[in-house]
C-alpha cells in the first residue's frame, strides 16, 4: 500500500496533546509492510540524509506508524520518510511504545505518532 496526497494530508488531523488510548483507538491501522527511511531527531536539528536507515514497516494510520528495528531506541522522535525518491514526505513522530516481538530475529515493534512535517533534508 502506498499513501496518497489525501492520506499524507490527513496524518496533520491530529494534535501532539492526544492520549495515547485515544489515539490508538481512533484512526485505523493498515498493514504496511514496506521498507522506509528513518532517523532519530533530537528536536532542533534535521538529520541529514545519511542518518536515515532503512527499516521494515509493520503497520500506518492517519495518526502514525509502527515499524522493526533491531535495538530498543534510545530517542524520544524521528524523522521518516514516506514515499519514494524523488517524492519523499518526511514525518516528524514521537516514539510511543516499543515492543519486543516474538519472532527474535525482527528484535521490536516501534510504534510512532506523527506530530509534525519536516521540509528539506540536508546533504
Not at 489525501?6 to 521498507?35: D, N, P
Not at 509502527?66 to 524521528?78: G, K, L, M, T
Amino acid at each position: 500500500m502506498r499513501l496518497g496526497q489525501h492520506e499524507i494530508r490527513q496524518l496533520f488531523l491530529g494534535t501532539e496533546s492526544e492520549t495515547r488510548e485515544y489515539e490508538r483507538r481512533e484512526a485505523r491501522r493498515y498493514s504496511y509492510s514496506v521498507t522506509q527511511l528513518v532517523a532519530p531527531f533530537d528536536g532542533t536539528t534535521t538529520p541529514k540524509k545519511s542518518a536515515f536507515q532503512e527499516v521494515r514497516c509493520h503497520d500506518v494510520s492517519t495518526k502514525g506508524i509502527a515499524f522493526f528495528q533491531h535495538e530498543p531506541p534510545d530517542f524520544e522522535h524521528v524523522v521518516i520518510g514516506l514515499g519514494m525518491s524523488p517524492k519523499i514526505t518526511y514525518l516528524v513522530a514521537r516514539v510511543i511504545h516499543t515492543t519486543p516481538c516474538d519472532d527474535p530475529s525482527d528484535g521490536f515493534r516501534i510504534g510512532c505518532q506523527f506530530v509534525g512535517r519536516v521540509g528539506i533534508i540536508p546533504d
